[in-house]
C-alpha cells in the first residue's frame, strides 16, 4: 500500500477526479500541487493537503515531495512539456520519492505523429531512464472533449470537428482516473506502459447517434478539414501552439492512428471501460433533454 502521494495537475480534468478517490474509497494521505491557492479549495475539502508551487520554481518542487512515497505526474501540454517533467522528475530523485505515476498521450514516442506526441515521447523516456520505479499510462481521445461542443449541440443541434469518418477508442476521463489510481494502490504493475482505451472505436458519426438517442432528437456531426479547425480556433483566440495541436490530432484521427483497442483498464481496475453510450447516459442526458 502506497505513502503519502503528491498529485500535480490535480485540478485538471484527470487530477479533479483522482483526487476525491485518492483520499475517499482509498483514504491515503494525498497532497496536491496547485498554482492558485483558489483552485486548491475544492481540492482541500476533499481531504487534501494543498500546497502552492509551479514546474518553473524548484524550490516549490521540493517542498512539495518532503515525506512523499509516490508522485502523480500530470502536466498540460504545452511546449514547455519536456521541462516541466524534466524538473518534476529532477525533484522527485532528490527527494527520494520511490515511484512516479505519469499520465502521458496516446502512443507517445519521440518519432510520433504529432507535436504533443514527440514531447510525451520525451517526457516517457526521461522518466524511464530516471532509476525511479515508473508507471506510465498513455490515454486515447477523452469523451470530455465533447463538452467542448454542448454549445452547439445544445444551441444548434449539431457539432463540427476534423476527423472524417475516422475512428478511435475514446475513453471515458473517469476510466484514465481509476487507472492511475490503481496503479498508485498496487505495486504489481510498476515499471510497465499502458495505452488505456475505451472498450470499442467509433468515429464522430456514431458520437451523433449516441447523443441523438439521449437527446430524443437529431444531432448532426458536421466534418470539417482539420485546417478549417485550426482557423476557427486561431478565430476564437486560442494560441497558435495549441491550434496546430489541434489540427496535428484531428489529421491523426481522422487517418485511423486512434483506433486502437486495449484491455488496459480492465487490467488495471478490474472493471471494464465505460462505453460512450454509459458516458452519454450518465453525464449528458440532464444537460440534453
Given at each position: 500500500m502506497a505513502g503519502s502521494i503528491l498529485v500535480t495537475g490535480a485540478n485538471?480534468?484527470?487530477?479533479?477526479?483522482?483526487?476525491?478517490?485518492?483520499?475517499?474509497s482509498m483514504n491515503l494521505p494525498?497532497?496536491?500541487?496547485?498554482?492558485?491557492?483558489?483552485?486548491?479549495?475544492?481540492?482541500?475539502?476533499?481531504?487534501?493537503?494543498?500546497?502552492?508551487?509551479?514546474?518553473?520554481?524548484?524550490?516549490?518542487?521540493?517542498?512539495?515531495?518532503?515525506?512523499?512515497?509516490i508522485v502523480v505526474l500530470i502536466a498540460p501540454p504545452g511546449p514547455d512539456c519536456v521541462?516541466?517533467?524534466?524538473?518534476?522528475?529532477?525533484?522527485?530523485?532528490?527527494?527520494?520519492?520511490?515511484?512516479?505515476?505519469?499520465?502521458?498521450?496516446?502512443?507517445?514516442?519521440?518519432?510520433?505523429r504529432t507535436e504533443n506526441t514527440r514531447l510525451h515521447g520525451a517526457c516517457d523516456r526521461l522518466l524511464m531512464?530516471?532509476?525511479?520505479?515508473?508507471?506510465?499510462?498513455?490515454?486515447?481521445?477523452?469523451?470530455?472533449?465533447?463538452?467542448?461542443?454542448?454549445?452547439?449541440?445544445?444551441?444548434?443541434?449539431?457539432?463540427?470537428?476534423?476527423?472524417g469518418d475516422g475512428r478511435f477508442a475514446m475513453i471515458d476521463v473517469r476510466d484514465v482516473a481509476d487507472?492511475?489510481?490503481?496503479?498508485?494502490?498496487?505495486?504489481?504493475?510498476?515499471n510497465q506502459v499502458f495505452e488505456l482505451s475505451g472498450p470499442e472505436s467509433i468515429s464522430f458519426y456514431d458520437v451523433a447517434r449516441a447523443?441523438?438517442?439521449?437527446?430524443?432528437?437529431?444531432?448532426?456531426?458536421?466534418?470539417?478539414?482539420?485546417?478549417?479547425?485550426?482557423?476557427?480556433?486561431?478565430?476564437?483566440?486560442?494560441?497558435?501552439?495549441?491550434?496546430?495541436?489541434?489540427?496535428?490530432?484531428s489529421q491523426a484521427y481522422g487517418d485511423g492512428w486512434g483506433d486502437v483497442v486495449t484491455d488496459s483498464v480492465q487490467q488495471l481496475t478490474g472493471h471494464p471501460p465505460r462505453s460512450f453510450q454509459t458516458f452519454t447516459a450518465e453525464l449528458l442526458e440532464a444537460v440534453l433533454r
Open positions: 485538471g480534468n484527470i487530477g479533479s477526479l483522482l483526487v476525491p478517490v485518492l483520499t475517499g494525498v497532497r496536491v500541487l496547485v498554482r492558485d491557492s483558489a483552485k486548491g479549495e475544492p481540492l482541500a475539502a476533499a481531504g487534501a493537503d494543498v500546497r502552492l508551487g509551479e514546474f518553473d520554481d524548484p524550490a516549490s518542487l521540493a517542498a512539495s515531495m518532503q515525506g512523499v512515497d521541462s516541466h517533467n524534466r524538473a518534476v522528475i529532477r525533484a522527485a530523485a532528490d527527494s527520494g520519492v520511490r515511484k512516479i505515476v505519469r499520465v502521458s498521450a496516446i502512443k507517445a514516442a519521440e518519432d510520433g531512464e530516471s532509476g525511479l520505479t515508473y508507471v506510465i499510462l498513455r490515454p486515447n481521445y477523452f469523451m470530455q472533449n465533447i463538452f467542448m461542443s454542448l454549445d452547439s449541440i445544445t444551441q444548434q443541434n449539431g457539432f463540427a470537428a476534423g476527423m487507472a492511475t489510481a490503481a496503479a498508485v494502490r498496487s505495486d504489481q504493475f510498476d447523443l441523438s438517442m439521449v437527446a430524443d432528437r437529431t444531432i448532426a456531426y458536421i466534418p470539417v478539414s482539420p485546417e478549417d479547425v485550426r482557423a476557427t480556433l486561431l478565430e476564437m483566440g486560442m494560441g497558435v501552439w495549441m491550434a496546430n495541436l489541434v489540427m496535428e490530432y
